[in-house]
T-cell receptor, first 113, second 118 residues
Framework: GNSVTQMEGPVTLSEEAFLTINCTYT??????LFWYVQYPGEGLQLLLK?????DKGSNKGFEATYRKETTSFHLEKGSVQVSDSAVYFC????????????FGSGTKLNVKP | EPEVTQTPSHQVTQMGQEVILRCVPI?????FYWYRQILGQKVEFLVS????????KSEIFDDQFSVERPDGSNFTLKIRSTKLEDSAMYFC????????????????FGNGTRLTVT
């Protein structure tokens, strides 16, 4: 079956620190992979995506590379800001089956000034 | 940018009462979903809806739950007899359109309805 596992939080960093949030997946076939971000009181918003192996998704300084060999899609940012404080969700969907998107449990990021 | 809108933002109900959560998905989208999130943590899949019927549902989505798209724009989730454990944030999402062999847009979420069952 399909599932997503991501590191537990909360993660607390100082401003300008390097961020890594780990995500690994189990999937049948060749899934598409996503990172969503949820700011307080809001719904989830797409942060970045990758649809095939070795693709790198990037947005707002965040990056993640689709690693088929390690079944991973770790989220990184070189220098976090206070405004990056949010909950981050790793997700996958099957390539041609859109009935369900699978979400990880979420990782809360707190960035201190 | 088009948005998924959900109403109400907060619903308080007594155990055993029926509630209807409303969503207006993005107009040219084809797939519609309900997810829920308890205590700001895990996002749980409830149901997906395509071509005017349920395409997949989870074990959470039992006989107490139903979905409808009555008029081509609204997408509703009904809980027939609420339980305390139904208290959660309920998110509607939509996906589409299908362009050149893929869905061109990501899954779009509404801001959610916080359901409190007392």
């Amino acid at each position: 079956g399909n599932s997503v596992t991501q590191m537990e939080g909360p993660v607390t960093l100082s401003e300008e620190a390097f961020l890594t949030i780990n995500c690994t997946y189990t999937a049948t076939g060749y899934p598409s992979l996503f990172w969503y971000v949820q700011y307080p009181g809001e719904g989830l918003q797409l942060l970045l995506k990758a649809t095939k192996a070795d693709d790198k998704g990037s947005n707002k300084g965040f990056e993640a590379t689709y690693r088929k060999e390690t079944t991973s899609f770790h989220l990184e940012k070189g220098s976090v800001q206070v405004s990056d404080s949010a909950v981050y969700f790793c997700a996958l969907s099957e390539r041609y089956n859109f009935n369900k998107f699978y979400f990880g449990s979420g990782t809360k990021l707190n960035v201190k000034p | 940018e088009p948005e998924v809108t959900q109403t109400p933002s907060h619903q308080v109900t007594q155990m055993g009462q029926e509630v209807i959560l409303r969503c207006v998905p993005i107009s040219n989208h084809l797939y519609f979903y309900w997810y829920r999130q308890i205590l700001g943590q895990k996002v749980e899949f409830l149901v997906s809806f395509y071509n005017n019927e349920i395409s997949e549902k989870s074990e959470i989505f039992d006989d107490q739950f139903s979905v409808e798209r009555p008029d081509g724009s609204n997408f509703t989730l009904k809980i027939r007899s609420t339980k305390l454990e139904d208290s959660a944030m309920y998110f509607c999402a939509s996906l589409g359109p299908w362009i050149e062999g893929s869905y061109n847009s990501p899954l779009h979420f509404g801001n959610g309805t916080r359901l409190t069952v007392t």
